[in-house]
């Protein structure tokens, strides 16, 4: 019998996604799934969307009565769960039919993969193409993943410390025993805890990528990113990526490359909200003194790299 894949779709305030989520993995050519949907205290009309869901397949509807956030929501959702592969699947995206058979055959046979993941479309509201995930990718990641590829863990440590390579939890298949080394969810994290997440499972196994578009990715003005602002991500990114540095043992170039890389993730807001951006950067600037002392120093040199690779139309 094929191995159980639990599903756990994290639910809050997106009543208009909820239909095309659900049928989306409703319609998986990969059978032997269970669907655990925790809806965090929705204030919409999420709930009776859901309520048509109870009797379909292997359906589960958890309704939380106090809104407690996506870290606590997607644990939940695992505490409940039985399968040998988790996958989190947000409310406001939706799958491919082959998304989850087409991840798992990726890791069959090797138990050391942990995680497999695959090329999202971006689609807007109505749910119209307008680019892919890949196209903001680091070079390093287009380089060596332009085709189906086994990312090594050491080497997925390094990806992850320049980019969140998994923009999407939805994009992504994993191993449980990695999640549970990985010590699940950390709620700590607002902003970013799912690349807090990718990080830590990156410390214990390897990651295998597919090309095919199989992920729809929303973008919309309500996503926790896009409310976020720029000092609370631009804190937390500064936070774990100084604490997964620690552990990816870099060599000094290696580090020069990570520490001017942080400013290039900063200067990178910057661009879409400068005024917004030069009011967050005294309060950031000092946060960042308790990381990296010269992060002034890197942040100018981040500028300078940059302008450099728009000369040489890199970027």
């Known amino acids: 019998m094929a191995e159980l894949i639990s599903v756990i779709v994290t639910s809050y305030n997106h009543a ?19 669907i655990i949907v925790i809806d965090d205290c929705s204030t919409d009309n999420s709930r009776d969307v859901l309520a048509k869901y109870k009797n379909r397949g292997h359906v589960k509807i958890i309704a939380l009565e106090k809104n407690g956030g996506y870290a606590d929501a997607c644990n939940l959702g695992v505490s409940l769960s039985h399968g ?9 995206d939706y799958n491919a039919p082959t998304h989850i058979e087409l991840l798992h055959q990726a890791m069959a046979g090797n138990e050391q993969i942990g995680v497999a993941f695959c090329r999202s479309l971006m689609v807007d509201v109505q749910g119209k193409v307008f680019d ?26 390094r990806f992850f410390l320049f980019s969140c390579i998994i923009p999407n939890m939805s994009a992504a298949l994993i191993r449980r025993k990695y999640f549970d080394l990985a010590g699940g969810f950390s709620p700590y994290y607002r902003a970013c805890a799912d690349w807090d997440f990718w990080c830590r499972i990156s410390q214990h196994g390897d990651f295998y990528y597919l090309t095919a578009p199989l992920n729809n990715f929303r973008a919309h003005g309500t996503t926790v990113r896009s409310l976020s602002g720029i000092q609370l ?40 909200a400068p005024g917004a951006w030069w009011k967050s950067f005294p309060l950031i600037w000092r946060q960042s ?27």
């Open 132 to 157: 892919e995930d890949f196209n903001h990718r680091d070079r390093s990641f287009k380089e060596a993943c332009s085709k189906d590829s086994l990312v090594p863990q050491r080497l997925a440590q």
């Open 16 to 34: 208009e996604y909820l239909d095309q989520r659900m049928e989306s993995l409703l319609n998986q050519t990969y059978s032997n799934l269970e």
């Open 289 to 315: 003194l308790q990381y990296d002392k010269l992060s002034l120093v890197y942040l100018i040199l981040a500028f300078m790299k940059r302008g450099t690779e728009r000369m040489m139309g890199r970027v």
């Open 233 to 272: 991500p631009m804190t937390e990114i500064m936070e774990l990526l100084y604490a997964a540095s620690r552990k990816a043992k870099l060599t000094f170039c290696q580090q020069v490359s990570f520490r001017v890389n942080i400013g290039v993730i900063w200067g990178r807001y910057r661009k879409n």
């Open 84 to 92: 040998q592969f988790i996958m989190f699947a947000e409310c406001d």
